[in-house]
């Protein structure tokens, strides 16, 4: 009976870290790029019974009977807990903003040769001041889908939370007051589609558009990161990979996958021509606000339940302790 009183506990235990988990989800629903959290619920292993002195007993479907050994009760099952949050990185749904900052990825990169998954983000990092201009290290280099920027007082794209947005040879991404660029860009940066870095000019004369690549960035530091679910968030939207398989840049993925066309390796493109990018548009957060509230509600009936068998319990303790073996009178 008293075990009963631990079962309980640790349901009630592992449905309140669920119920933070989908809280949390549910608070960053408007959270551009982000990615819900799934938890993991667990069984402690079970425990099989068996009656000590007592060499006969009903046979248990599955366990066979030993002879000479003791009669077998059953199995006990002791409780559940929430091992870990996975997240989710199913591509949210995308929205006009017609803001230039605002940047949607969207991606259908196939998995690779074995099988492991394959999701495209940005790559950010947090840089100080005297190593601007400078490329970052691999290890401080963090992963978002997060594509709601904005150009900081010195001209940098940046993140809502202050990271550092990086090109492909991993250097922040400066568009306004930088030298080389002669002229600040502004609201003229042109982003295409395969992540290239422009600036839009009018011809003085035809009045047609103008696309000049910028001379110090040429590219977004688009990541391919190899089994996603090894990468560990750190704040709202943004990981760290933890992974054995090296983090891919999107030239370095998409020239592996043309060698691997021209060598026969498949016949269909795993990576060229299977992402994206959308300027003027940004990535919702791919919580489901309705599926959410359901799981909420569930998971508080479930607490409720093992309250009431934590009740139940301590009645029987009290009457068991008090009432029962009394002598009246």
Same mark, same amino acid.
């Given at each position: 009976? !008293?075990?009963?009183?631990?079962?309980? %506990?640790?349901?009630?235990?592992?449905?309140?870290?669920?119920?933070?988990?989908? %809280?949390?989800?549910?608070?960053? !629903?408007?959270?551009?790029?982000? *990615?819900?959290?799934?938890?993991?619920?667990?069984?402690? $292993?079970?425990?099989?019974?068996?009656?000590?002195?007592? *060499?006969?007993?009903?046979?248990?479907?599955?366990?066979?009977?030993? $002879?000479?050994? $003791?009669?077998?009760?059953?199995?006990?099952?002791?409780?559940?807990?929430?091992?870990?949050?996975?997240?989710?990185?199913?591509?949210?749904?995308?929205?006009?903003?017609?803001? $230039?900052?605002?940047?949607?990825?969207?991606?259908? =990169?196939?998995?690779?040769?074995?099988?492991?998954?394959?999701?495209?983000?940005?790559?950010?990092?947090?840089?100080?001041?005297?190593? #601007?201009?400078?490329?970052?290290?691999?290890?401080?280099?963090?992963?978002?889908?997060?594509?709601?920027?904005?150009?900081?007082?010195?001209?940098?794209?940046?993140?809502?939370?202050?990271?550092?947005?990086?090109?492909?040879?991993?250097?922040?991404?400066? =568009?306004?007051?930088?030298?080389?660029?002669?002229?600040?860009?502004?609201?003229?940066?042109?982003?295409?589609?395969?992540?290239? #870095?422009?600036?839009?000019?009018?011809?003085?004369?035809? *009045?047609?558009?103008?696309?000049?690549?910028?001379?110090?960035?040429?590219?977004?530091?688009?990541?391919?990161?190899?089994?996603?679910?090894?990468?560990?968030?750190?704040?709202?939207?943004?990981?760290?990979?933890?992974?054995? =398989?090296?983090?891919?840049? =999107?030239?370095?993925?998409?020239?592996?996958?043309?060698?691997?066309?021209?060598?026969?390796?498949?016949?269909?493109?795993?990576?060229?021509?299977?992402?994206?990018?959308?300027?003027?548009?940004?990535?919702?957060?791919?919580?489901?606000?309705?599926?959410?509230?359901? +799981?909420?509600? +569930?998971?508080?009936?479930?607490?409720?339940?093992?309250?009431?068998? !934590?009740?139940?319990?301590?009645?029987?303790?009290? *009457? %068991?302790?008090?009432?029962?073996?009394?002598?009246?009178?």
């Amino acid at each position: 009976m !008293i075990r009963g009183l631990y079962t309980s %506990a640790s349901g009630m235990l592992a449905l309140q870290n669920r119920q933070e988990s989908l %809280a949390n989800n549910l608070a960053n !629903i408007n959270t551009p790029g982000f *990615k819900q959290d799934v938890g993991v619920m667990r069984a402690f $292993p079970e425990q099989l019974l068996s009656r000590m002195n007592d *060499k006969e007993g009903l046979d248990v479907p599955g366990i066979p009977t030993m $002879p000479g050994q $003791p009669a077998i009760i059953g199995r006990l099952h002791t409780g559940v807990y929430m091992s870990e949050a996975l997240p989710n990185f199913a591509q949210g749904d995308i929205e006009e903003t017609r803001n $230039p900052y605002d940047l949607a990825l969207m991606d259908n =990169i196939q998995p690779d040769q074995n099988g492991n998954e394959r999701r495209l983000f940005y790559g950010v990092a947090r840089i100080e001041q005297a190593n #601007l201009g400078q490329p970052v290290q691999q290890e401080d280099i963090r992963y978002t889908r997060n594509g709601n920027w904005s150009v900081n007082s010195e001209g940098y794209l940046v993140t809502a939370e202050g990271y550092y947005v990086l090109d492909s040879s991993n250097q922040a991404i400066r =568009i306004n007051h930088d030298p080389a660029l002669g002229t600040n860009v502004g609201q003229n940066l042109k982003i295409t589609e395969r992540g290239e #870095l422009m600036q839009v000019t009018i011809d003085p004369i035809t *009045k047609a558009e103008q696309h000049t690549a910028l001379p110090t960035h040429a590219r977004l530091g688009l990541a391919v990161v190899t089994d996603p679910l090894k990468l560990v968030r750190e704040g709202t939207n943004v990981f760290r990979f933890e992974g054995d =398989i090296a983090v891919e840049g =999107i030239d370095l993925a998409e020239a592996n996958d043309q060698a691997a066309l021209a060598a026969g390796t498949y016949n269909t493109p795993m990576v060229v021509g299977r992402f994206g990018t959308q300027q003027g548009w940004r990535e919702r957060s791919n919580v489901d606000p309705a599926q959410t509230m359901t +799981s909420m509600m +569930s998971v508080l009936r479930a607490y409720e339940a093992n309250q009431r068998v !934590i009740t139940t319990i301590d009645g029987t303790l009290d *009457k %068991a302790a008090n009432e029962i073996g009394r002598v009246n009178g």
